[in-house]
């Protein structure tokens, strides 16, 4: 009780010194902070937005120039199955209440809303009166797309294609496999018919397809269908694994050259204060202090440094952030163990190298006293 009596009183007098030390090592680890929120909750959202029995399906990509009328008829007879679980996308210029910008357009079917993994945030997702001939245009937001982001919500009023949409929903957007930042359903879509074409894919079970590989060459001699790559879903589940893995390597490396930065910048600062402090050292020298308590003390007054740092990071973090990062960033348990972790090992380094050097100091000038 008495060691942690005298760190406390020594912050106190050092207060100008301490707040330094504090927003010194918060700036520091601000964006290593940041970076282990960002992987685990990168890799929250992969392990969520998994296919189910991805081997089970394949996953056809292509293009179409026409999506209306009859012609999806012959897209079916031409793959040979009947089509339920399919989308397209369309980049386009939209108008909201916070401006305007561009933003992606990506019409579903029904049924695809039921296969690729989907998290409502708020709302609802589409039902089948949104499909039908008469029905209310209706859309849905990623969380991640411009408009979410600037603003819109649910009850607004979205204009683009033409047309108004209401928003209906929100939806996670970190990780999900759907390709539009905007939903519509696909009917809708059929105002882009015939413009230009567009980018198609259709999730279609294997054992309804069993020779899905054949359908790029087929489709070479088709003047309006045409099939880019046939593959299952389990494969790109694979490639996004791969490509979310190399991201964190490079927020990781990003993450550690700020570390180390501001770690040679806690040494510099820490020489400077163990200069200050050599004179009480030698003093509880001089009345017989052992170097444990010492070393105690310096420890006990460095993780009340550290973890006041690392409580204005987590209140600056929790900040609402969009507008910064593109990613909203959650912070599991284990991330603030990790982040605990690095800052109990820079407050053993800090109390060792502070100690260190003051007591050599004073041994330096006790011996330059005997001569």
């Known amino acids: 009780m008495f060691v942690i009596q005298c760190a406390l009183k020594r912050l106190l007098y050092n207060k100008k010194i301490s707040l330094i030390f504090i927003l010194s090592i918060a700036a520091g680890l601000i964006c290593p902070f940041y970076i282990l929120g960002y992987i685990h909750t990168s890799a929250a959202m992969d392990a ?19 999506m209306e009328g009859s012609f999806y008829n012959d897209v079916e007879d031409f793959i040979g199955t009947p089509l339920k679980d399919y989308e397209c996308i369309y980049e386009t210029t939209m108008g909201w209440e916070h401006g305007d910008g561009v933003d992606s357009v990506g019409g579903v079917s029904l049924g695809i809303l039921g296969r690729v993994p989907v998290y409502l945030k708020e709302g609802r997702l589409f039902e089948q009166k949104d499909y039908e001939q008469d029905a209310m245009p209706v859309c849905i937001l990623k969380s991640t797309s411009e408009m979410y982001i600037q603003g819109t919500r649910i009850g607004d009023t979205v204009e683009f294609m033409g047309n108004s949409y209401q928003v209906v929903g929100i939806i996670e957007g970190r990780s999900s496999k759907l390709f539009g930042g905007v939903l519509v359903p696909y009917p809708a879509m059929s105002y882009v018919s015939g413009v230009r074409e567009i980018q198609h ?9 069993e020779h899905g590989e054949g359908l790029v060459a087929k489709s070479k001699e088709n003047p309006y269908i045409h099939i880019f790559t046939v593959t ?4 790109e589940d694979r490639i996004a694994e791969e490509i979310y893995a190399q991201q964190n390597v490079k927020m990781l490396l990003t993450g550690g050259c700020v570390c180390l930065f501001a770690f040679f910048s806690l040494f510099a600062i820490t020489l400077g204060r163990s200069l200050e402090e050599q004179k009480i050292v030698g003093i509880h020298k001089a009345v017989g202090a052992k170097g444990s308590m010492l070393f105690a003390q310096a420890l006990i007054q460095n993780i009340v440094i550290v973890a006041a740092a690392l409580a204005v990071d987590r209140i600056l973090l929790s900040l609402p952030l969009e507008k910064i990062f593109v990613t909203q960033v959650q912070y599991s348990f284990m991330c603030v163990m990790q982040a605990v972790g690095i800052g109990l090992v820079l407050a053993l380094m800090m109390s060792i190298f502070s100690v260190v050097t003051a007591a050599k100091n004073v041994r330096q000038m006790l011996d330059r006293q005997r001569r």
Do not use: C, H, Q
């Open 232 to 235: 299952t879903l389990a494969e």
């Open 48 to 66: 969520m937005n998994r296919y189910e029995s991805a081997d089970e399906s394949w996953l056809v990509n292509g293009s179409l120039k026409v």
């Open 201 to 209: 894919r259709f999730i279609i079970p294997i054992k309804e397809l």
